[in-house]
């Protein structure tokens, strides 16, 4: 599964449905699904359910590196708090990773292997459409990535 979240009307926080946008059209191997799912995290927690070998997940992150840095980030399943009490009420209209990936966990829905492509925004602070010069400009580098992890998993899991 590769998803898209986050919320296009502000502003690069949009980065996730901008990326699979891009990606629609492209041929993958038989299995592998693309989705926006925008703000539903819950959505995507419940279509995990179905089973995957992997996911990867497109998402604007804030980790203090200029805007349009992208990063691959690995969360460890160990580091999950599964607790849905322990880690505040859960959104069902929210998509962040750390509350879909916990959500995920809960239910026993965690897939073999769990990537975030995520993009240091400019900001998510703005009511706008679109997303800002270096987060627009990352956009292809981010479809490579893409791309590439999902060879990755496909030669891990196949």
């Known amino acids: 599964m590769v998803a898209g979240v986050g919320n296009?009307?502000?502003?690069?926080?949009g980065f996730g449905g901008a990326v699979i946008k891009k990606i629609l059209d492209k041929k993958?191997?038989?299995?592998?699904?693309?989705?926006?799912f925008g703000t539903g995290g819950l959505k995507l927690a419940y279509d995990l359910m179905k089973g995957y070998d992997g996911l990867i997940l497109l998402d604007a992150s804030a980790r203090g590196e200029p805007p349009g840095?992208?990063?691959?980030?690995?969360?460890?399943?160990?580091?999950?708090?599964?607790?849905?009490?322990?880690?505040?009420?859960?959104?069902?209209?929210?998509?962040?990773?750390?509350?879909?990936?916990?959500?995920?966990?809960?239910?026993?829905?965690?897939?073999?292997?769990v990537?975030?492509?995520a993009c240091e925004?400019?900001?998510v602070d703005d009511f706008e459409i679109g997303l800002s010069e270096p987060v627009s400009a990352s956009i292809d580098k981010a479809v490579e990535m893409v791309d590439d992890?999902?060879?990755e998993i496909y030669k891990e899991t196949k």
């Open 8 to 13: 296009m009307f502000m502003k690069d926080d």
């Open 28 to 36: 993958f191997p038989e299995g592998v699904e693309v989705k926006d």
């Open 69 to 113: 840095t992208l990063y691959v980030i690995e969360p460890n399943e160990s580091d999950i708090n599964p607790d849905l009490e322990q880690g505040g009420p859960i959104d069902p209209h929210g998509a962040d990773p750390a509350t879909v990936l916990r959500f995920v966990k809960s239910i026993g829905s965690w897939p073999a292997k």
């Open 115 to 117: 990537l975030i492509v």
């Open 121 to 123: 925004p400019e900001t």
């Open 149 to 151: 992890l999902i060879k």
